[in-house]
C-alpha cells in the first residue's frame, strides 16, 4: 500500500535561517507531488507541484524553492525564513492530476 | 486566484441535523472532489464526482453536480458530533495527468452534541 511520510511535525525557526522540509512517498512510482501551505483557518494554497523527476512548477512568487531528487521524494527549501511563512506546509500526492490526493500529516512552521 | 470556493465559511447545527454545503467553481472540470480535514491533520478524501454524473452517495454523505451552474454540493445527514472538521472541495487545473489540484477556501463545521 502507499504511504506518505512529511517530516517534522512542528518546527520553530527564528527569522533568516534556511528550512528544509522533506516528503517522501512509498508504494508507488512517478507520483504528482504537491507541497500546499494553509494559514489559520484558511484554504491550501498550492505553492509548488511536479509531476517527475527535476520537473518543479512554482505558483506563487516567494523565497521558497522545491526540489525533487528522485521519483518519490520532494523538498521544500528556503534559504532565509521571513515572518511572513509561518503557517501550516502539507505535502500530497496523485497518480495523476485529477486522482484522488494522499496527504502527509503536515508541519507546523512558526518562524519566530 | 482559487478555483474553488465554498459556502459557508462556517457552519453550526445540532447533531442529528444535516449540514449542506456548497462549491463553485470556475473553468470546466474532469472531476470534482470533497476532502475533509480535522484541525491541524492533513486532509483526507471522501469522495469524487466525474463530470458526467450528478449525484453521487457514500454512507452519509451525498454529493451533487451542476456543471451547468458550476457549482457542486456536499450534503451529510444525520450528522455526528464526529463529524466537526473543514470540508474543502477541490478541482483540477489543467490536463487530467500533468494538471494541479487546486483546493477551495473550505467550511467549517461544528457539529454540538
Known amino acids: 500500500s502507499q504511504t506518505i511520510h512529511q517530516w517534522p511535525a512542528t518546527l520553530v525557526q527564528p527569522v533568516g535561517s534556511p528550512l528544509s522540509l522533506e516528503c517522501t512517498v512509498e508504494g508507488t512510482s512517478n507520483p504528482n507531488l504537491y507541497w500546499y501551505r494553509q494559514a489559520a483557518g484558511r484554504g491550501l494554497q498550492l505553492l509548488f507541484y511536479s509531476v517527475g523527476i527535476g520537473q518543479i512548477s512554482s505558483e506563487v512568487p516567494q523565497n521558497l524553492s522545491a526540489s525533487r531528487p528522485q521519483d518519490r521524494q520532494f523538498i521544500l527549501s528556503s534559504k532565509k525564513l521571513l515572518l511572513s511563512d509561518s503557517g501550516f506546509y502539507l505535502c500530497?500526492?496523485?497518480?495523476?492530476?485529477?486522482?484522488?490526493?494522499?496527504f502527509g500529516q503536515g508541519t507546523r512552521l512558526t518562524v519566530v | 486566484s482559487q478555483q474553488g470556493e465554498e459556502d459557508p465559511q462556517a457552519l453550526s447545527i445540532q447533531e442529528g441535523e444535516n449540514a449542506t454545503m456548497n462549491c463553485s467553481y470556475k473553468t470546466s472540470i474532469n472531476n470534482l472532489q470533497w476532502y475533509r480535514q480535522n484541525s491541524g491533520r492533513g486532509l483526507v478524501h471522501l469522495i469524487l464526482?466525474?463530470?458526467?454524473?450528478r449525484e453521487k452517495h457514500s454512507g452519509r454523505l451525498r454529493v451533487t453536480l451542476d456543471t451547468s451552474k458550476k457549482s457542486s454540493s456536499l450534503l451529510i445527514t444525520a450528522s455526528r458530533a464526529a463529524d466537526t472538521a473543514s470540508y474543502f472541495c477541490a478541482t483540477t487545473l489543467g490536463s487530467s495527468n500533468t494538471g494541479k489540484l487546486i483546493f477551495g477556501q473550505g467550511t467549517t463545521l461544528q457539529v454540538k452534541p
Open positions: 500530497a500526492w496523485t497518480f495523476t492530476g485529477d486522482t484522488e490526493a494522499f
Open positions: 464526482i466525474r463530470s458526467n454524473e
